[in-house]
């Protein structure tokens, strides 16, 4: 009997009031649960479960770039050495170095999240140009 009280205590859901939800995708996507056969609430968990899961993937990525670019301003100086070649750095260090910028992208692809660039004079301060290029792998 305890433990099914436990069990009932700790998979009850919480009941919410959401405001400024618009109408018609409300609608919409009652009637897309309806013809799934799920209830609104196991809908709306699983879209609130997806976003978050999205949103904590972001935030990784934003602290790798961070790291990255980290890397390179604490080391411009030794990465100077290989001026006119192209470099990749990911995981907050210098993965390689190679003689074009099409070679260090193609070995840049095998990290979720990288850097490759040629050096040539130093980023300024607050410059990340991110192109049509950029990809990112889940």
């Known amino acids: 009997?305890?433990?099914s009280m436990l069990n009932m205590l700790t998979s009850m859901k919480k009941q919410v009031l959401v405001r400024g939800v618009d109408e018609d995708v409300y609608k919409r996507a009652k009637s897309t649960a309806a013809l799934e056969g799920v209830s609104m609430g196991f809908a709306v968990?699983?879209?609130l479960r997806a976003w978050v899961e999205s949103a904590k993937g972001d935030v990784e990525?934003?602290?790798q770039v961070r790291r990255n670019v980290q890397y390179v301003a604490a080391h411009w100086e030794e990465l100077r050495e290989h001026r006119g070649r192209a470099v990749v750095v990911s995981g907050g260090k210098l993965?390689?170095?190679y003689?074009?910028?099409e070679e260090a992208r193609n070995f840049s692809s095998r990290f979720r999240v990288?850097?490759?660039f040629v050096v040539d004079e130093k980023p300024r301060t607050g410059e990340l140009e991110l192109g049509p290029d950029l990809e990112i792998q889940r």
């Open 45 to 47: 968990s699983e879209a």
């Open 95 to 97: 993965q390689g170095v």
């Open 114 to 116: 990288a850097l490759a």
């Open 1 to 3: 009997m305890l433990i």
């Open 99 to 101: 003689s074009s910028l």
């Open 61 to 63: 990525i934003r602290e």
